[in-house]
Nanobody, 123 residues
């Protein structure tokens, strides 16, 4: 098993930046394909980004391409999401998630989840 704890959320003006972190503990972090998801009030959880075990492959939902960057540090056991040029529609609770198998944007394929960190973007 792996335990995940997100941090770095907050309130930011449109056009600003935030960096989310997800600290992992337990089973070897590099064993997991990692993803970021988000859920806005009244909406379903949606895929944001994912990264392969070694970090050589990354995936993004179209709405964040060119603005967000996912990365991981397998020595520090930490996943990151750098979010730039934030928009009000990025407002949501952001979750990191882990899976043992290869890429999928489907939330049901991720076995382990953090508690989430809230991001609010004001206009």
């Amino acid at each position: 098993q792996v335990q995940l704890v997100e941090s770095g959320g907050g309130l930011v003006q449109a056009g600003g930046s935030l960096r989310l972190s997800c600290a992992a503990s337990g089973r070897t972090f590099s064993s997991y394909f990692m993803g970021w998801f988000r859920q806005a009030p009244g909406k379903e959880r949606e895929f944001v980004s994912a990264i392969s075990w070694g970090g050589d492959r990354t995936y993004y939902v179209d709405s964040v391409k060119g603005r967000f960057a996912i990365s991981r540090d397998n020595v520090r056991n930490t996943l990151y999401l750098q979010m730039n040029s934030l928009k009000p529609e990025d407002t949501a609770t952001y979750y990191c998630a882990a899976r043992l198998t290869d890429y999928s944007p489907d939330a049901y394929g991720y076995a382990y989840w953090g508690q989430g960190t809230r991001v609010t973007v004001s206009s």
